[in-house]
């Protein structure tokens, strides 16, 4: 499999203003990728529904101010990868690796865990967190109605 590095991409605000938001596609629209070289030549590409849908997503992310980064599915990342996606650090997801809330796999002496298994994670983290929130807006609720 070839090793791919988790690398972030994203548009200043200057580039943000100079693009206009791309319409929504609809059933009969062409998606086509143009290319203009260095060298004056002109080159277009046709891209398949499945992939004009993923090109808008990005195009959609990149107006929105986030940054994003174009993984493969089933791409292995390693934990420093991993973190970036998570969000915490590199020793958190060994941890998270050896308590077995990530699988992963060893390549030679190197930790690799799944774009999946690191996504489903995110999720489940995201999920607590949210429920963290709740209950800590619960009970200052309780406090400041209350008294409890």
Do not use: C, W
Not at 94 to 118: C, E, N, Q, T
């Amino acid at each position: 499999m070839a090793r791919h590095v988790v690398t972030f991409a994203g548009l200043s605000d200057q580039d943000r203003k100079k693009v206009a938001p791309l319409p929504k596609l609809v059933e009969g629209d062409r998606f086509e990728l143009h290319v203009r070289r260095r060298n004056g030549q002109d080159q277009t590409m046709s891209l398949p529904p499945a992939a004009a849908s993923a090109v808008e997503a990005l195009i959609d992310h990149l107006l929105n101010g986030e940054r994003v980064a174009v993984l493969s599915e089933d791409q292995e990342l390693s934990p420093t990868e991993a973190s970036t996606i998570l969000g915490i650090s590199r020793p958190l997801v060994v941890l998270r690796m050896d308590r077995g809330d990530l699988p992963f796999r060893y390549i030679g002496k190197h930790r690799r865990a799944s774009l999946k298994d690191v996504l489903a994670l995110n999720t489940e983290l995201d999920v607590r967190q949210k429920a963290m929130e709740d209950l800590a807006a619960d009970s200052e609720n309780l406090h400041l109605h209350y008294g409890i």
